[in-house]
């Protein structure tokens, strides 16, 4: 099949940016998004031209480096489907794709597709662990956790830490991620004594790094490609206030 | 064929402590000087890479007070290739009560690496794997457990025990998460430098001993020279030497190989596992491959047309009696569930017979009718949902109603930079860890061992042994402007000069498809003389090109993913010399390969043990026509005999 791709380019992070269209022809509809953006690029270095920039790496949908909005979406038009897991089957011929990178307050640009998502780490190192330092673990069978609780647990533990949620959000808000780490390990027994610290240190990081407030838009869990759930924000909103009360 | 080599001194493991086998490690632990807290943070531990390995040491050292400084080339620590390990981790916990111990677990893993690992190296594994559970549930790792509350097992790659502790098809994701967060607090407590973005490009060594490293940002193109009291490299696997495999874009070798350059030994390159069950490649667009988990294997029959000329028809229009269940007819008692290595290679035989099915002819079909009819669509859904899912997002078939399609692929390497039982390279203050190193699966891994041994690894044996080394110093400190830093700073400079210099017609990725394209077709799971002597002068006339067509764009002082890659690729055409080089000398077969020189008279591996019973450690050969150094650790079980494999 033969499509036009419309793609972000920006040299650097002080470069202005612009939109360029490129025809890729002859691409298989088995080819994977990222796949489609190889063949191209492939083609531009040899006709001199400068190859597009974009964050990739296990290319199976686990890794989350992958990051760019398609069409306008985060990830693209399939549900619950990373970039790199997008295949070229979904588009028809002739189709003018537009290709953008994750656009938020706290990622700035690098170059092209590719942002910085450092602020992301930031949240995690402010709370989002629990303080088990190696060798002082009690045996693993000590504590038994409830199948339920160990499942939801696992549900939200599936983050992959992309940002689409965040790409997503018309505020840049990481509310659904923080929430995801938020729930995973408040869910847990070992979690318990740091519960209020984590959520109160990993949201004031949240604001610190300079992303967005939550205001229930929604957008963030449609374009999760893990699906965790809105219903984990209420989980971290409820968390937030008990742990406020205590401090009172 | 000795042309190719030269044959040096035989190298020896001083490290291990002799004694029962259970007590080395208690022995070793106490024999290991230890530092003064206080003393610590005056000293500094690099660490290159942050998967299971780099991540989990980096964590633990920074608790341990050391001033650690860590590095990946990834955008955050967390997307080491570790995160994509799916099936699980084997711990000798015993909880099913089935007979499960430390001995039977460090038995198996020396029988599953085909008698060539270290007895001592494997026993130490399997003692702390029962640790590694434990810390990872204290860091709040969901792994599955049973309604009762308790942790479950399964039991996964053969083995007859329960053993295997998983998070879905997740559990690589979920430790590595865990040993981040565990990374990331003590970043945030300023106990971890981390330099995300930044690539390691040279290993900086005065007077003997390694003491740092020449990164690249590869924001800034900045090139610095960074220095420690030791260097950890937990850089990983070389599996993308063969451009398609399961690993993720960005693995490479050049850590380890400009360690190997600079006089660490690289040890038995020429292991690597091939995986049965991926998804095979769909045309010449196609960038990795997927894994998909083993399992299917349970109850999928792997079968391909009896004749050539069936190869295009649609699978449905083949009647029963034209099919060839091939692994059914060839090991009637394992079927479809023989091991990786033997199904990997049956699958590339009767592809390369011309009886392969799907794009190229390269796949065969993994067909789930006869279980969809015998336990019914929802059993199989409730069984293998997920995998099925994912094999029809790739591919855009539905395995429900037409058979898989699989192919083998490159998974897993188990050689790696010669560590002694410290983790120690023949570089002092050297250490290396997980896959990079080559210590503990021998010539085959077990399923659900990879992740043991990463932990194991970070969490429990590095901050002991790399404590002993540390104890001597702090070590005087080394400015940018000593000669051997000045040195390696320029080399690494000079080199990306020439890449971008070369200013030819033909793409990095170009260059790395054909690389690989030999690699899979010589050096993969079946290897003749003939074949890798041609091999090895293939890849010497393919570099030769490289250095003068290769068209890298752009330049150094700014983010070039193209000239990452470039650097990378010039590593692996020397690799893959010497994984041809060490292949070729072993000319029996092993583990994971087959020589095909080296067989039974019914076509089955055949070892030598009074031969090849040794680690094949080379040394780097200066000169550009000058030839590597073989030096041999020999090998001794005192356990675990020597035994011969048979599925038939």
Known sequence: MDIQVRVWRQQDSSDKGRMESYD????????????????????????????????????????????????????????????????????????????????????PVIKDLVVNRGNLDKIIAAGGYITAPTGAAPEAHATPVPKKDADLAFEAATCIGCGACVAACPNGSAMLFTAAKVAHLGLMPQGQPERDTRVLDMLQAQDDAGFGGCTNMGECSQVCPKGIPLTLIGRLNSDYRKALRKQL | MADFWNDGDPIADTAAPEGPIENRWEKRKFSAKLVNPANRRKLTVIVVGTGLAGGSAAATLAEAGYHVKSYCYQDSPRRAHSIAAQGGINAAKNYRNDGDSIYRLFYDTVKGGDFRARESNVYRLATVSVNIIDQCVAQGVPFAREYGG????????????????????QTGQQLLLGAYQAMERQIGLGNIEMNSRHEMLELIIVEGKARGIVVRDMVTGEITTEMADAVVLASGGYGNVFFLSTNAKGCNVTASWRAHRKGALFANPCYTQIHPTCIPESGTHQSKLTLMSESLRNDGRVWVPKSASDCQKPASDIPEEDR????????????????????????????????????????????????????????????????????????????????????????????????????????????????ANFSDHGANRLGASALMQGLGDGYFVLPTTLGNYLASGPYEKIGADHEEVVAARKQVEDRIAKLLSINGDRTVDSFHRELGHIMWEYCGMERTEEGLTKAIGLIRSLKEEFWQRVKVPGTGEQLNQNLEKAGRVADFFELGELMCIDAL????????????????????????????SYVAAWEYATGESAKPTLHKEQLEFEYVHPSTRSYK
């Open chain 2, 324 to 435: 060839d269940y091939y692994l059914e007819r060839i090991y009637p008692s394992f079927g479809n569930l023989v091991p990786r290595d033997i199904a990997s290679r049956a699958a590339k035989n009767v592809c390369d017979e011309g009886r392969g099915v799907g794009p190229g002819g390269l796949g065969v079909y993994l067909d789930f009718a006869d279980a969809i009819k015998r336990l019914g669509k929802k059993a199989v859904e409730a069984k293998y949902g997920n995998l099925f899912e994912m094999y029809q997002r790739i591919t855009g078939e539905d395995p429900y109603s037409v058979p898989m399609r699989i192919y083998p692929a490159v998974h897993y390497t188990m050689g790696g930079l010669w560590v002694d039982y410290d983790l120690q390279s023949t570089i002092p203050g050297l250490f290396v860890v997980g896959e």
């Open chain 2, 150 to 169: 308790l942790l479950d097992n399964r039991s996964f790659g053969g083995t007859q025990v329960s053993r295997t502790f998983y998070a879905r098809g």
């Open chain 2, 585 to 612: 000398h072993r000319r029996e077969s092993c583990g994971g390969h087959f020589r095909a020189e080296s067989q039974t008279p019914d076509g089955e591996a055949l070892r030598h043990d009074d031969e090849f």
């Open chain 1, 24 to 107: 890729v022809k002859d691409i298989s509809p088995d080819a994977s998004f990222l796949e489609m953006l190889d063949v191209l690029n492939e083609k531009l270095i040899l006709d001199g031209d400068d190859p597009i920039a974009f964050d990739h790496d296990c290319r199976e949908g686990i890794c989350g480096a992958c990051s760019m909005v398609i069409d306008g979406v985060a990830h693209g038009p399939e549900k619950a489907t990373t970039a790199c897991q997008l295949h070229m089957r979904h588009f028809k011929d002739g189709d003018k794709i537009d290709v953008e990178p994750w656009r938020a307050a706290a990622f």
